[in-house]
């Protein structure tokens, strides 16, 4: 392509010219009023482009209309933010929205629409402080049974055995933990059921979801119920059961078990069967009996002569306990 003469170029360079003092006049009030100052992000203040004869031939732009862009000071770009959020980010508009999509994971923002994340912010919310609470929603995975409850272990348990007693069962689930802001972790959990010997992706009436949460309610309220109890202290004039291995012996790589136990008749009988079982020999053993508790020291070693491993040390105490455990509720 043939380079244009100067005298070609004449036009686009007188324009270029007569453009220069409305320019600077821009960049000086720019600056006037509190342009880029000290600790702000820098960048050109104005930006002024040319095309030359395309410019020309394109004939959209008058001579006067040059493009300029003005970096705002920080104070002006705070105040155009604040003009500008009402349009430009409606989620803002709904507080309620975002602190539940803030409590949520980031697979479950991802996984529905907002129009489906909307939809089960108000579920959440109707659960209140009941056990359980569970609505049908429709999502574009179809129909899915949505349970809301506190998240404690073996929750998914309950849910399937009450989905057992109403002949039902789990197709696909999708399982989030979300924390309250009470504190409290709760489970907000999808599930697209079956018929136990029937199709996927059934329709789930009234009736049956009341019945399927009645189910659930109660099976959650005894889970709680049995763990209290287990969670209760026992009394002070319980009779006290300890079975440990000495931690000092441990650094000798010597095992050493140590057992406190009230005394009974089929006491010692109880430690040696579970230690045999274990096919833990004893090498020595020191026995005495305190104020009705029995203080017994067992040197143990393996069948092999080799030293134990942490696994089988656990193996060995955990046995001998559930049979003082078993000899203790027998003298109860």
Do not use: W
């Amino acid at each position: 392509m043939q380079r244009r003469t100067d005298h070609e170029r004449g036009p686009a360079r007188q324009r270029r010219e007569s453009e220069a003092p409305k320019l600077n006049s821009l960049l000086r009030k720019n600056k006037a009023d509190g342009g880029p100052g000290k600790g702000q992000r820098t960048a050109k203040c104005a930006e002024f482009r040319t095309f030359g004869d395309r410019f020309e031939r394109r004939g959209q732009r008058a001579a006067g209309d040059i493009e300029v862009t003005i970096l705002l000071p920080r104070s002006a770009r705070a105040k155009t933010a604040e003009r500008l959020e009402p349009s430009f980010f409606p989620a803002a508009r709904n507080r309620n929205m975002t602190e539940f999509l803030r409590t949520m994971p980031a697979a479950y923002a991802r996984e529905f629409a907002p129009s489906e994340i909307a939809e089960h912010e108000r579920v959440v919310a109707r659960r209140g402080e009941r056990l359980v609470h569970a609505e049908i929603c429709v999502t574009s995975f179809g129909e899915l049974v949505c349970v809301v409850a506190e998240d404690r272990p073996g929750l998914l348990v309950l849910v399937t055995d009450a989905l057992l007693v109403h002949g039902l069962s789990i197709h696909s689930a999708k399982v989030y933990c979300r924390r309250r802001s009470n504190g409290q972790f709760e489970a907000v959990d999808f599930f697209q059921l079956r018929h136990a010997g029937g199709a996927t992706g059934i329709a789930v009436g009234a009736a049956e979801l009341g019945a399927f949460l009645q189910t659930l309610s109660e099976l959650v309220a005894e889970d709680l119920i049995a763990v209290a109890r287990q969670s209760t202290p026992p009394p002070s004039n319980s009779p006290t059961l300890r079975v440990y291995f000495d931690f000092e012996a441990r650094g000798r790589d010597e095992a050493v078990l140590r057992v406190e136990a009230p005394d009974s008749e089929g006491l010692l009988n109880a430690i040696t069967n579970a230690l045999a079982v274990q096919e833990a020999h004893i090498r020595a053993s020191e026995i005495r009996t305190e104020g009705g508790i029995a203080h017994d020291r067992f040197d143990l070693t393996s069948k092999d002569g080799q030293a134990f491993t942490a696994l089988r040390l656990c193996d060995i105490q955990q046995a001998v306990y559930v049979a003082l455990q078993k000899l203790v509720r027998r003298r109860a």
